[in-house]
């Protein structure tokens, strides 16, 4: 596994502890840069910009995942599907199907706090 950065308060309550940031309060939330987010935890690259939409939500949204970098979880409640960092298992948010916002069909809906950002080049 890759080295693990020290989290904050904050973040460890969200990556670790599962919790969830408020909604519209994100950095991320309302970003248009070109680039790739990784894990905030890992480092690990997990959506690319292009993929991004906006759902309107308060979260960051995503239609699709970098290959193989995410693993679906079934939350304790068993009504959502939790997303974690393949690599660390640093919680991400929830992954929700069916809704229509584009034609995937699938919203990645992260915590902008358990993401870093590196732009394109």
């Not at 939500?57 to 974690?84: H, M």
Request: aromatic content about 10%; charged content about 35%; glycine content about 10%.
């Amino acid at each position: 596994m890759k080295n693990l950065k020290e989290l904050n308060y904050d973040e460890r309550n969200v990556i670790i502890n599962k919790g969830t940031e408020r909604a519209f309060t994100g950095k991320y939330y309302d970003f248009e840069e070109e680039g790739v987010y990784v894990c905030k935890q890992c480092g690990t690259e997990l959506f690319r910009s292009e993929d991004k939409f906006d759902a309107g939500c308060g979260w960051p949204s995503f239609d699709d995942a970098l290959p193989n970098k995410i693993k679906r979880v079934l939350d304790a409640d068993g009504r959502r599907t939790e997303i974690v960092c393949a690599e660390c298992n640093g919680h991400l948010g929830h992954v929700f199907e069916g809704e229509g916002f584009t034609d995937k069909n699938t919203r990645h809906c992260v915590n902008s706090i358990s993401l870093d950002f590196k732009p394109k080049k």
